[in-house]
């Protein structure tokens, strides 16, 4: 999802009751549940952001995901990687989910 803008007011409505429910089940993110324990997710960030990694990758544990970091800086990328190549690594482990942060949609 790139943004909001394509989405009907009953889809945005829907993710925020989906949100609140998930939030009242981990006694407002005090406990972890198993909803996603058979997933993993990657993390791929092409810009500096701490908070935004830090929440999703929090979010996707607190689920019971197990995660993969990566970070642009001190990667393959610096080396003269490309993008697809990068992205077919990670596509390659299997991941379920993958969040990208990156400054081109």
């Known amino acids: 999802?790139?943004?909001?803008?394509?989405?009907?007011?009953e889809?945005?409505?829907?993710?925020?009751?989906?949100?609140?429910?998930l939030k009242?089940?981990?006694?407002?993110?005090?406990t972890k549940l198993s909803l996603l324990s058979e997933c993993t997710v990657a993390n791929l960030f092409f810009e500096?952001?701490?908070?935004?990694?830090?929440?999703?990758?929090?979010?996707a544990r607190r689920l019971g995901a197990g995660t993969i970091e990566f970070s642009?800086?001190?990667s393959s990328l610096?080396?003269?990687?490309?993008?697809?190549d990068t992205a077919k690594t990670i596509e390659a482990?299997?991941?379920?989910?993958?969040i990208v942060r990156h400054s081109t949609p």
């Open 11 to 21: 889809e945005i409505n829907t993710i925020l009751d989906v949100a609140a429910s």
């Open 78 to 84: 610096s080396k003269g990687e490309s993008f697809i």
């Open 24 to 30: 009242r089940a981990t006694d407002g993110c005090r």
């Open 72 to 74: 642009a800086a001190g």
């Open 1 to 9: 999802m790139l943004d909001l803008e394509n989405l009907s007011a």
């Open 48 to 59: 500096n952001s701490t908070r935004t990694r830090t929440s999703f990758s929090l979010a």
């Open 93 to 98: 482990m299997n991941v379920d989910a993958i």
